[in-house]
């Protein structure tokens, strides 16, 4: 139902060639060509800037199970870029591509929750969401975590239980498989208000991470040490 529409395009527009070319590999199920497409009118390249059918591209890609095209969905119904706002049906995607293993989804999922954002609020979910997201590696998932206690721990019933456990996932990722996490785990130590600061921890954290060539760690590692 969705590709059929997309022959409305060609006909409304004057389109280039390699453009029409692309509609229809998208129309035969190239997910990829379908997000490229979604690209390229969400961001002027070779068509004029369209919002609408951008989202009519990704969403054919995410129906071809296409998680970054998903992803670019959600994000328009957060923002209303080329639909209606619709802050459930963004969360609803964001959630599907976190169960998928996607870490940005569930850090973005997550820090909205956490802050109460575009109408998305419960604490208690998004610390999981960013928790999964820093438990994928993803670096700034930890450390949203990180600023989502420090802002926003009034609303748990029991903060510390949320800090011992985010204490505990950082530091199994930094001294496990995910040398992404030293940084954020020093980070804890230097800045943390539920964790005692200390600095040799600190730069402990920042050089096993280095070593592990992770230039935030590197960088934090030096002005320790200045």
């Not at 139902?1 to 395009?9: E, G, H, I, Q």
Request: glycine share 8%; hydrophobic share 40%.
């Amino acid at each position: 139902v969705l590709l059929s529409a997309f022959a409305d395009t060609a006909v409304a527009q004057a389109l280039p060639a390699p453009l029409t070319e692309q509609i229809q590999d998208c129309q035969s199920g190239n997910a990829q060509t379908c997000h490229g497409l979604g690209l390229s009118f969400a961001e002027g390249r070779i068509v004029a800037r369209d919002y609408r059918e951008s989202f009519r591209y990704h969403q054919a890609a995410c129906n071809l199970e296409h998680l970054a095209s998903c992803s670019d969905i959600a994000s328009a119904f957060i923002e209303g870029r080329g639909v209606p706002q619709n802050s459930p049906a963004a969360a609803e995607i964001y959630r599907s591509n976190c169960q998928l293993g996607v870490s940005g989804s569930c850090a973005l999922l997550g820090v909205y929750f956490a802050n109460g954002l575009h109408g998305l609020n419960n604490f208690s979910d998004g610390m999981d969401l960013l928790e999964r997201a820093c438990e994928l590696a993803s670096e700034i998932g930890c450390l949203w975590a990180q600023q989502a206690l420090e802002q926003h721990g009034d609303q748990a019933s029991d903060i510390q239980h949320y800090a011992d456990r985010h204490f505990a996932l950082v530091e199994a990722g930094c001294y496990g498989p995910k040398p992404r996490a030293c940084y954020a785990l020093g980070d804890l130590y230097m800045n943390s208000a539920y964790l005692e600061h200390d600095r040799i921890a600190a730069q402990a954290a920042f050089e096993r991470g280095c070593s592990r060539d992770h230039q935030l760690a590197c960088t934090a590692l030096t002005h320790l040490q200045e």
